[in-house]
């Protein structure tokens, strides 16, 4: 056999480096897949074997953290570059989870609220929107769930189920009630 077939290799590099073409190697070609295959898997373990390390030195973080069982401290669950949105009338652990700020700013602008970010400083105020979301005089256990809605009829002996908001509307329109609605 003497003549070689060119090949196209999806590794260029490693094709050019392994290419020895000598009379003791006829299948050189074959050799190279083989080398680029092998050098694809240690490349993957050295991957694999890099976030297991990153994984451990954060448990040993933890770990070494003394924790308390009786910590009546609230921890901040915002991470640097999240907002949240706060409403007045709701407790601290009433208002709704932290999200991505494009999203606080867009469900503020049609439900009102201030909307506050966390930057390495500290929490920022961003914005204040006035909306039609106002829990003034509701019960923590009346309040929606996150994603859902509730009509809140003022004096009524028995309130509406929450709901999703469109059903909401249509309950509050009929009797007269504002909508609250819990932001995911």
């Not at 290799?9 to 295959?37: H, N, Q």
């Not at 990153?54 to 973080?61: D, E, I």
């Not at 106002?134 to 019960?139: D, E, H, I, Q």
């Amino acid at each position: 056999m003497t003549g070689v077939t060119h090949r196209i290799f999806w590794t260029p590099y490693i094709y050019s480096v392994l290419r020895k073409p000598s009379s003791e190697f006829v299948c050189w070609g074959d050799m190279t897949k083989l080398a680029a295959s092998g050098v694809a898997t240690a490349f993957a373990l050295v991957m694999l074997g890099g976030s297991a390390v990153a994984t451990l030195q954060v448990n040993r973080v933890d770990a070494a953290t003394p924790m308390s069982q009786h910590t009546s401290a609230r921890v901040d669950p915002m991470r640097v570059g999240q907002c949240r949105i706060e409403y007045d009338g709701l407790a601290a652990d009433q208002q709704p989870a932290p999200m991505e700020c494009e999203h606080a700013q867009w469900v503020a602008q049609r439900w009102g609220g201030r909307v506050i970010e966390k930057t390495a400083t500290g929490p920022v105020q961003r914005a204040v929107y006035q909306g039609r979301n106002n829990f003034a005089g509701v019960p923590a256990s009346d309040v929606p769930r996150a994603g859902y809605c509730r009509a809140w009829i003022e004096g009524a002996d028995e309130q509406p189920a929450e709901s999703d908001c469109r059903t909401a509307e249509r309950i509050a329109a009929a009797l007269g009630g504002r909508v609250l609605f819990m932001p995911l």
